[in-house]
């Protein structure tokens, strides 16, 4: 056995696969025939750097850990020719390999649902004590659910974790009889060491991998097995792997069309990760996305989680048929999707910039009965959603207003904002406005230092964008220390950070007289709110404008009488800008003296206002709202009044009566 464990060990090395420094808790041990320190075990026939299994009482196996540090306390082990693991309940764990009782179909999928249920690694252990018959497949899926509960953020939460009994007995008796494990199960189980992170140079990772190029070299895995190996030699030995390369190329010989659900959901996963970015084997991904389309009404919520995950992570533009369908799919399973697969599901249809009137109306249904008990960030997400797809629900922005205000003080301080912000974006006020922001006021007080810089200037800015003014903060976003804050965080000052800061300052100015506080800096004001990309203005609509414009000459008599796309000292661009004299006679564009009243016309095009309803969105409340404050007469050409007018009599008739409504007009 030690000779076949040095020879595994080389063959191992040919794999591409390098050791990582190592990561963690460290404990000195060392492979087999490192400098003579190995011994072998008569009772066990094992041989261990760091240790043996004795024959008699509670023993210890500590295998090889450069990253990871792995024991297992078994009895003396029993061999018999099988795939199932036997778990004995007498005074320790202890596992044997057995083939007379393999558990059914039946029983594997109730273990399934039980260990689905386990909240804690101890929860895992006791069930795993509880089991009679165990197959290698259901070994491998206890240690994935463990790495489900312990991992997070690239490293696991109690790295003791792998020092209980029963662990170190799982692990053990896969690592002794690797060969004798079916594909399935010995991949999975190759999977789920590397998600809990076990040094790629241990024991039973080596041999894992050694058994796993013998059944590569056969040819005979299917396409799911070869995606989990996959997935598990990328973990091990990064994208350059070799045997990581001859996985695909194994893949590449099948034709997606043929391939099971469960293949394809498997093999998104793996392209997920480094193996499919940067525009690799598009071929390959473009003929899973066509077979996707035909199967995605078969697909459960972690399959339609999973395949836009991958979507986005792969950044599919081109796959927007997929995407339509695993839309449609997911109104089905609205209230049954996890939160963890909604957050995903709702990240995705905002990435690809799709919503469908189907699934809003699910969530509509879905939202109220969840926003009290769901994650923090799932509430969020819904919120985000709604407000970046610009559909303003009442039925959903009124329950988590009501939510926010019991929940916030548990919501972080980027959860806070974000959905304060899309309240903002809609410029949409609940019914229980005022105890929302009293919640944001309280919350700012706590834990003002808490907000990252941007994050804090979107929230006061959302704020300001439904008449809710934070006088007793902009004191303190306006300082030179806070400035210097949000210069400093990520790529400094934009002109999006600058706008923002220009418009909170001319708020305070125009809608609050009383504040005193600090003044905003010229140095940091914009001349104009309108740009390109993400602006504080909406551009005017094209199409609506050229027939609005075409409409006042009819009504005015000549080009000259009305300027357009004004840009005024006030950051503003005002759309068509009329000016009138004291006696109410309309003078050129060009005229500056004696202007006694100035006409701002607000050319409104759907974009301006929410996809569902006939409200302005926030950015352009508020632009009306300070036009009237700096002297303005504001009138809307809403695009939903104009477009029913058929002739250019109408036309000429209905822009009178809006810009004058008090005079007679004459005929030209």
Not at 69 to 75: E, G, M, P, R, Y
Not at 204 to 214: F, I, T
Not at 513 to 523: A, D, F, Q, V
Not at 531 to 537: D, F, N, P, Q, V
Request: proline fraction near 4%; glycine fraction near 6%; hydrophobic fraction near 40%.
């Amino acid at each position: 056995m030690a000779l076949n464990l040095i020879q595994r060990c080389q063959l191992f090395r040919q794999f591409g696969i390098q050791r990582y420094p190592p990561v963690g808790p460290v404990r000195a041990a060392r492979l087999l025939g490192a400098n003579g320190a190995g011994h072998t075990c008569a009772a066990c026939l094992h041989t261990s750097a760091a240790g043996c299994i004795q024959s008699r009482g509670c023993k210890k196996l500590h295998l090889d850990c450069g990253r990871r540090n792995l024991s297992t306390i078994v009895k003396e082990p029993l061999f018999v020719a099988s795939s199932s693991v036997g778990l004995h309940r007498d005074s320790g764990p202890r596992f044997r390999l057995t083939q007379l009782h393999r558990p059914t179909a039946a029983e594997e999928q109730a273990f399934q649902q039980r260990l689905g249920g386990c909240s804690s690694s101890r929860q895992v252990f006791m069930l795993l004590r509880t089991v009679e018959i165990m197959s290698d497949t259901m070994a491998a899926a206890a240690l994935h659910r463990v790495a489900d509960l312990e991992h997070e953020s690239g490293s696991l939460k109690d790295p003791a974790v792998l020092e209980n009994d029963t662990i170190r007995a799982l692990c053990f008796q896969l690592e002794e009889d690797s060969v004798r494990l079916t594909d399935a199960g010995l991949v999975s189980a190759l999977f789920a060491c590397t998600r809990l992170l076990l040094d790629p140079w241990s024991m039973l990772v080596v041999r894992l991998v050694s058994e796993s190029q013998e059944r590569l070299d056969r040819g005979q895995m299917s396409v799911g097995q070869l995606c989990t190996l996959g997935r598990a030699m990328l973990a091990v030995g990064g994208p350059g792997c070799v045997m990581l390369e001859q996985v695909m190329e194994q893949i590449q010989k099948q034709e997606p069309s043929r391939w099971s659900l469960s293949d394809l959901t498997a093999a998104y996963r793996f392209l997920q990760g480094d193996v499919g970015q940067d525009g690799k084997h598009r071929d390959l991904l473009n003929s899973m996305h066509s077979h996707a389309v035909t199967v995605a009404s078969r697909m459960d919520p972690p399959a339609v989680s999973g395949l836009l995950s991958a979507l986005v992570t792969l950044n599919q533009t081109q796959a927007m048929p997929l995407v339509i369908s695993l839309c449609k799919q997911a109104v089905r399973h609205v209230p049954r999707f996890t939160d963890e697969e909604l957050t995903v599901v709702l990240g995705a249809l905002m990435h690809f910039g799709h919503s469908d009137h189907y699934f809003v109306e699910a969530m509509e249904r879905y939202v109220p009965t969840m926003t009290f008990t769901s994650h923090p960030e799932t509430v969020t997400k819904v919120i985000q959603f709604f407000g970046r797809r610009n559909i303003l629900s009442p039925t959903v922005f009124d329950a988590v207003a009501e939510s926010f205000v019991y929940r916030a003080d548990d919501y972080s301080t980027s959860q806070v904002a974000r959905q304060i912000m899309a309240f903002g974006k809609l410029g949409y006020l609940p019914p229980n406005a005022g105890e929302v922001f009293r919640k944001v006021e309280t919350i700012l007080r706590a834990r003002f230092s808490h907000f990252q810089p941007r994050t804090l200037l979107n929230l006061l800015h959302s704020c300001t964008l439904v008449e809710r003014f934070p006088v007793n903060f902009v004191s303190k976003v306006f300082s030179s220390y806070f400035l210097q804050q949000l210069q400093e965080q990520g790529t400094g000052m934009d002109r999006i950070v600058l706008a923002q800061l220009t418009q909170l300052y001319m708020t305070l100015k125009l809608e609050c007289p009383s504040y005193e506080g600090s003044k905003l800096l010229p140095k940091y004001r914009v001349k104009s709110f309108l740009m390109s990309g993400r602006s504080l203005e909406t551009p005017v609509d094209a199409h609506l404008y050229n027939s609005v414009k075409t409409g006042l000459v009819d009504l005015l008599g000549d080009r000259s009488y009305f300027g357009s796309k004004v840009l005024t000292p006030y950051c503003y661009t005002l759309d068509v800008e009329i000016k009138l004299d004291e006696e109410g006679y309309v003078l050129p564009a060009s005229h500056v003296d004696d202007v006694y009243k100035r006409i701002a016309l607000c050319i409104d095009g759907q974009k301006r206002f929410t996809t569902n309803t006939r409200q302005l969105l926030g950015k352009e409340a508020i632009k009306q709202r300070h036009l009237r404050l700096l002297g303005y007469e504001v009138v809307q050409i809403p695009f939903y009044e104009f477009e029913k007018l058929r002739n250019k009599t109408s036309v000429v008739e209905y822009l009178h009566q809006r810009i004058f409504p008090h005079t007679y007009r004459l005929s030209w």
